[in-house]
C-alpha cells in the first residue's frame, strides 16, 4: 500500500500479521475476513502502540504523519477515489478497535470526505479525527467500562480507517447485525436485525424499527445467500458462533466486523454441545466454552403460566430472565433509585451514557428498538432481563412517569418484564425457576466422565472439576508437543469467555 517503510500503519491486507494486542480485536477479525475470501472494505489500521504514544505525549509519534498521508495514498488508489476530490470523493469511517472490545464507550466518525473541501483540508480533518479517537480512550465512559469489567487502563486503542459503503445508497441498500445461531436459545438460524435504506448506525441506536433478519430472504435474496454462506464459513474457521455487522451497498454485501456471538447463557450451553455434536470441537473444548457464570444464567426463572396478570405492554424479547422492580426513566435516577431496592430503567431507547444506569437496574425497558439495539446488547452482556419495542410505552423524563395508552404510571411504580416472552406486567407475579434442559443434562453428563467423579454436586461444581482436568491435560499435552486448536475469536473483556459477550454495529 505504501512506498515507504510503516511502523504504525497496518493495511487491511491478506499478507498483514498481527496481534489483537497489536491491531485491536476489531481489525484483526477484518484481516480474518479478508484472508477467508470474504468482501471487507479497503482501508487500514494504526495500531494501538501509536494510540498509548499519543495519549503519553499527546501528539503524533514521529513518523506518523507521512505513514498515515502514505496509507491515504494507497485506499486512493485501492478505491479509484481520491479524499478531498469533488468529483470523486474519497468517504471513510474513522473507528476504534481497542485488543479488548469496549462497544460504544469510544468516538466514530463517519463520512469523513463526503463533503470534500479540498484534498488539504480533508487530510487534516482525517488526522484530528484520529486523535479525537485515541483521546476517547480516556473519555468517563470508556474509563467506567472497563472498570465495570476490569480493562486495564493502560492498553490503549487502534484506529481503523475504512472506505465508507453506504447503506442508504437506494432500494437495494441497507444494514444490521446477523448472528449466526440464535443468541437467546442457541438454535442453529441465522438471526438478527436489518434496515433498509439505512445505514448501520440506525440499527444499533434503537431509534428506528428494525425488521428480522429473515426478511432479507425475500427482498434481497441475493444478499441474505451471501450474508448466509459468510456466517456459515465463518463459523467454520473459527469453530464458533460469531455474529456480524453488516452493510449491503446497491445489492454487494460488505461485512464490517466480526465477533463472538455474545450468547445467553442457555444458548452457550447449547451451542457448546451442538459444535461437539457437530464434530467442530471436542466434548473437553465444549467444556471449556462453558462458565459457571453461563449455568447460573441457565436456570433463568420464569413467569407462573397459570395467568392473570396484568400485562401493560408487549416488545421483543431481549434478555431473558424475569426482572421486578420500581420504574426509573433516567440512567441517574436508576443508580440514585437502586440504593433503596431494585428497579427497572424504562427508557426511549439507551446509548453508552447509560452505561450506570444500565448497571445499576434489575432489568431495561425500551419503547424503540430491536434485539441488537444498545440496550439489547448490553443487557446480555451483563446477563440482565431486557425487553425492547416496547412500542405501546411513552416515557416522559420531564414528568417523570411512563404511559400506556389511557394509563399513567409515576416513577417508582412496581413493573414486571420478561426478557423470554417480551411481556412487561404491573406489580410482582412471582416467579418458578427454570428446568434443566437436555443440552445442560448432556454437557454435565460429560463433565462427571472426564472428572471421574459421579457424586452429588452442584451442577457448578461438576463443571469446574471437569475443567480443572482438562486444564491439567492441555498443561502436559503443552509440554510435550503443540497442540492444533481453533483460531481464536476477537478479544474478550477480562473474565468473559467465548459467546458470553455483545456487540453491535459502529460501537467500538
Known sequence: ??????????????????????????????????????????????????GRAFLKDGRFPEALDAELASAVRGLEAATGRRLGDRDRPLAVSVRSGAAVSMPGMMSTILNLGLAPTGAEDTMGQLRTAVETVFSSWRTPRATSYRELHGIPHDLGTAVIVQAMVFGNRDRHSGSGVAFSRDPDTGKQTPYGDVLFGRQGDDVVSGESTT??????????????????????????????????EFTFDSGQLWLLQVRAGGLTGRAAIRVAVDLADEHLIDRRTALRRVSPHHLRLAHTPHIPSDGGFDILARGRAASPGVATGRIAVT?????????????????????????????????????????TSHAAIVARAMGKPAVVGATALTVDPMTRCVRA????????????????????????????????????????????????????????????????????????????????????????????????????????
Open 211 to 244: 425488521r428480522p433478519l429473515a426478511e432479507l430472504a425475500h427482498r434481497a435474496p441475493a444478499v441474505w445467500g451471501d450474508l448466509r454462506a459468510a456466517l456459515h464459513r465463518i463459523e467454520q474457521h473459527h469453530r464458533d458462533a460469531c455474529h456480524v
Open 1 to 50: 500500500m505504501s512506498a515507504i517503510p510503516m511502523t504504525y500503519v497496518h493495511p487491511l491486507a491478506t499478507d498483514v500479521d498481527g496481534s489483537a494486542d497489536l491491531l485491536g480485536a476489531k481489525a484483526h477479525g477484518l484481516l480474518v475476513l479478508r484472508r477467508l475470501g470474504l468482501p471487507v472494505p479497503p482501508g487500514f489500521v494504526i495500531d494501538t502502540r501509536a
Open 405 to 508: 395508552g389511557d394509563r399513567v404510571l409515576p416513577e417508582g411504580t412496581v413493573l414486571t418484564l420478561d426478557g423470554s416472552s417480551g411481556e412487561i406486567m404491573l406489580g410482582d407475579p412471582g416467579t418458578v425457576t427454570a428446568t434443566t434442559d437436555a443440552h445442560l443434562h448432556r454437557l454435565l453428563d460429560w463433565a462427571d466422565t472426564i472428572s471421574g467423579d459421579r457424586s452429588q454436586r452442584s451442577d457448578e461444581q461438576r463443571l469446574t472439576d471437569a475443567q480443572a482436568v482438562v486444564a491439567g491435560a492441555g498443561h502436559a499435552t503443552r509440554r510435550t508437543s503443540s497442540p492444533s486448536s481453533a483460531p481464536s475469536m476477537p478479544a474478550l473483556p477480562p473474565g468473559k469467555t467465548t459467546g458470553s459477550t455483545g456487540w453491535g454495529p459502529d460501537l467500538g
Open 331 to 371: 440512567a441517574d435516577r436508576a443508580v440514585r433509585m437502586a440504593a433503596d431496592g431494585p428497579v427497572i430503567l424504562v427508557r426511549p431507547t439507551t446509548s453508552p451514557l447509560d452505561l450506570p444506569g444500565l448497571a445499576a437496574a434489575t432489568g431495561t425497558i425500551t419503547s424503540r428498538g430491536g434485539p
